[in-house]
């Protein structure tokens, strides 16, 4: 097995950025330039420079004479969630089937009557489930 190893150690400020982070500088500098604190070239040159960046060192001078606040720093890695409907409908399928058969246990020990309210419901979840969903939408 060979050892890779790196022939130099990494410099600081070395750590290399993407399209975001050249994108964020880029909005940064555009809002200073909105503030009145850049003229155009210099504007065009830096903005210029921030998309040839290739680490979070070569972004550092160019807001160097620029206002703390508006600064760039590097956003922290956003997670995306991925959302699934089918899941979402099947968990909201379950909770209102549960919140059903609740309702009819409370209905049956406070009115002491058959919920028959519940059946067209139950027959429709029961027919849906055999039929197929096609046959219910037809009704």
Do not use: N
Not at 10 to 26: C, D, F, M, S
Not at 57 to 68: K, R
């Amino acid at each position: 097995m060979s050892d890779i190893s790196h022939p130099q150690p990494p410099l600081p400020g070395g750590v290399r950025i993407g399209t975001v982070e050249r994108e964020q500088a880029a909005a940064a500098l555009a809002d200073h330039f909105a503030a009145g604190r850049l003229e155009t070239d210099e504007f065009d040159a830096r903005v210029r420079a921030a998309y040839l960046a290739k680490t979070a060192g070569d972004l550092v001078p160019l807001f160097a004479d620029l206002p703390d606040k508006q600064r760039f720093t590097p956003a922290p890695e956003r997670v995306r969630v991925r959302r699934d409907p089918g899941r979402e409908a099947a968990a909201l399928r379950v909770l209102v089937f549960v919140v059903a058969i609740l309702a009819a246990i409370l209905w049956v020990a406070l009115v002491r009557v058959p919920p028959l309210v519940f059946l067209p419901i139950v027959w429709l979840v029961l027919a849906r489930r055999s039929f197929g969903r096609r046959s219910c939408r037809a009704w």
